[in-house]
């Protein structure tokens, strides 16, 4: 199993760029979340799915687009980057079973690092 | 605001010496607890975790945790540390404050003198 994958695993954009951060796995998930990672924040949660066709916010959604139409993939999309959003996007996956999705080890991605100029 | 802290950006330790990293939080009732390893340019990994029972909880490669309801604490401990246990560890809280989605603190990177 390849588990979470994510591409690219950097990628440096003009403000006002558009872009896609891919991600996907192979476990079969139902819950998958977008994290970004600024140094001395910690992890900050974007967008989240717990299965397809269902996503929600998180704490810091405004920026970005999420979809989910199967249960392995969950592509995160910048629609106009600001200088504001360089970071490191991390991907994570679990399984849902009986408890609230976060309960369950969180599966994570290698992480993107994105720049924005 | 509800929030985790981890007061100790970076912590130095010795190979072989013991290890204990703080988490404090701000929820009023508890938790659920976690701990997640971040080896270098890696993602993070689940060390442990706690929801309820016995306040002391065994993870993976040797370190536990305790959780202290009057002191709002979920401190990571290990015995003896290795150089391979340097890394960035991460303390995470779930609540129904916050829909279950994790809060996480910033992090506390540890450096291991040989």
């Known amino acids: 199993n390849a588990g979470v994958t994510q591409t690219p695993k950097f990628q440096v954009l003009k403000t006002g760029q558009s872009m896609t951060l891919q991600c996907a796995q192979d476990?079969?998930?139902?819950?998958m979340s977008w994290y970004r990672q600024d140094p001395g924040m910690g992890l900050r949660l974007i967008h989240y799915?717990?299965?397809?066709?269902?996503?929600d916010q998180g704490e810091v959604p405004n920026g970005y687009n999420v979809s989910r139409s199967t249960t392995e993939d969950f592509p995160l999309r910048l629609l106009s980057a600001a200088p504001s959003q360089t970071s490191v996007y991390f991907c994570?996956?679990?399984?849902?079973?009986?408890?609230?999705?976060?309960?369950?080890?969180?599966?994570f991605g290698p992480g993107t690092r994105l720049t924005v100029l | 605001a509800q929030s985790v802290t981890q007061p100790d950006i970076h912590i130095t330790v010795s190979e072989g010496a013991s290890l204990e990293l703080r988490c404090n939080y701000s929820?009023?009732?508890?938790?659920?607890l976690f701990w997640y390893v971040q080896s270098p340019g890696q993602g993070l990994q689940l060390l442990l975790k706690?929801?309820?029972?016995d306040t002391l909880v065994q993870g993976i490669k040797g370190f536990e945790a305790e959780f202290k309801r009057s002191q709002s604490s979920f401190n990571l401990r290990k015995p003896s540390v290795h150089w391979s246990d340097a890394a960035e560890y991460f303390c995470?809280?779930?609540?129904?404050?916050?829909?279950?989605?994790?809060?996480w603190g910033a992090g506390t990177k540890l450096i291991i003198k040989p």
């Open positions: 706690y929801f309820s029972g």
């Open positions: 799915s717990v299965g397809a066709g269902i996503t």
């Open positions: 929820y009023g009732a508890t938790p659920y």
């Open positions: 476990m079969n998930h139902e819950y």
């Open positions: 994570a996956s679990s399984y849902v079973g009986e408890s609230f999705p976060t309960y369950n080890e969180q599966f």
């Open positions: 995470a809280v779930g609540h129904m404050d916050s829909n279950y989605q994790l809060i």
